[in-house]
């Protein structure tokens, strides 16, 4: 087991790719709380969790909320004692063309991913830096490092998030705090599974042709990542040993991006 003793906060894990991990960090002996807007899903992901025989919180936590990231993050350290991984992973996306897009929607899609993910920064490095430092980690997307038509709110967010997390690398080596940050390609959870038809009847083409002709067009095997693929990536940065794995992005998308 690579992160027994450790206590994680992870944002968004009711579902998907952020349950995912959560389950999987528990397994490698990690101490969970499960934050999300959703809170029945937040009590399901620890009640199953606990029942797999490991340790699980749940918390119901919406992250553009400061008192509600504060309090979350604070009933961890209550909870267990400590706090050594912060997860900012919840996220949304919103499907339209630019010039049809409201201030709202660009508002609402910032603010999920950006100030989520700051308000989860913050919050987890007062106690970090109090304690034994610790590591931040952020979930990105190739769209950090790419654009695709019709999601510009969330493409600007996820590079945003690139930016916070080398800031954060940067302030936090004094205090024994890493950073990094997960940009995963295309994987089929329900984020995914609601994009297809939205897409397919925006460009005009089948929900087949999105997921062959836009979604995976540029993998190297037209395969979609897994929430498996994501989870391991997440123990390995998670586990890791010194501060030479700090400010990275690693891209796991079946070679949809490369660099
Ligand atoms: P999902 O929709 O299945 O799960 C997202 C979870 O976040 C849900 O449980 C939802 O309730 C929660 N959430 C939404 N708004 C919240 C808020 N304000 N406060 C707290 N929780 C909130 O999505 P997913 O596919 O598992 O995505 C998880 C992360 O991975 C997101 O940041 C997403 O952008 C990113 N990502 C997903 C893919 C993909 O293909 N699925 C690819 C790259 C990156």
Known sequence: MRLE?????????????????????????????????????????????????????????????????DAGVQRVVDTWGRLDIAFANAGIQHIE????????????????????????????????????GGTLLYMGSVHSMEASPLKAPYVAAKHGLLGLCRAVAKEGAGHG??????????????????????????????????????????TVDGEFTTVEDISELAVTLAAFPSAALTGQSVVVSHGWHMG
């Open 177 to 218: 705090v890493r950073s990094n940050i997960i940009c995963p390609g295309f994987v089929r959870t329900p984020l995914v599974d609601k994009q297809i038809p939205e897409q397919a009847r925006e460009l005009g083409i089948s929900e087949e042709e999105v997921i062959r002709n836009v979604m995976l067009k540029n």
């Open 5 to 69: 003793q450790r206590v994680a906060v992870i944002t968004g894990a009711g579902r998907g790719i952020g349950r995912a991990i959560a389950e999987r960090y528990a397994r490698e002996g990690a101490r969970v709380a499960v934050a999300d807007l959703d809170s029945a899903t937040a009590e399901e992901a620890a009640a199953a969790i606990r029942d797999a025989g490991g340790e699980a919180l749940a918390l119901a936590m919406d992250v553009t909320d400061e008192q509600a990231v």
């Open 97 to 132: 063309s630019l010039d049809k897009l409201a201030l709202e929607n660009w508002r609402k899609v910032m603010s999920v991913h950006l100030d989520g993910a700051f308000l989860l920064t913050r919050a987890a490095l007062r106690h970090m830096y109090a304690g034994q």
